[in-house]
């Protein structure tokens, strides 16, 4: 490899993957895998490394790297091509189903707002704090989240919170009475109206169900992980 080209090698690296993180922060490719939060921070970063890769063009003299070095930066190089062809497409059911389903201490939120306005993450935190069913019965429920299969029991509507981003995430899920004729798909994105019931698990025991009135399909919403 040419002295010239060689010594491209590592500034066009590290301009790839400062466009790769400027335009994922552009695009919303970040809503899928960090809180929105974060989401300036991984943008000057993305600067931050076109910057580095201008100055190191202009500099003069630079060293050259050796050959396994180099071999370095261009795998590094494609894989932030890949990144860039490729968007992130995460299938939250497979995470789900694969994490413990630990959820933080419930906040205050849940107990303030009105049925009809708690989302599915005010509702497991609720329903995890005060779990008596007899207290919900007949609430109205307007939810919405992806179709997951915990470890035991039927496909639920979940979500995943986050403190930071996917590594840290955290499945939460709420059992619905699906309809006899109804097939929930995996990974599928539903809203559904109904009101909150009761039901008898195999050992015995009551848990809150949510009785659907209505379920739609709809598109994965543009910021799908909560705090």
Known sequence: MGQPVAALIRPITLALWGAVLVL????GRL?????GVFHPLVGLCGFALLALAIQQLLRPGQALESPKTNQAWIFSSAMA???LIAPPNPSFSDLAANRSEALASPAE???VLPPSQRTLTDWVRLLRSQPDPQLYVGDPVNISGFVYEPTRGMPQL?????????ADATPIGIPIRWPETYRPKRDEWLLIRGQMGMEFTSNGSSQ???????IRSIPRPEQPLEP
């Open 158 to 166: 979940g979500r995943l919170t986050v403190r930071c981003c996917l």
């Open 81 to 83: 091509i890949a990144v």
């Open 24 to 27: 994922s922060t552009l695009s």
């Open 31 to 35: 809503d899928l895998l960090l809180r």
């Open 109 to 111: 939120l849940e107990f």
């Open 208 to 214: 809150s169900v949510v009785i659907p009135e209505q």
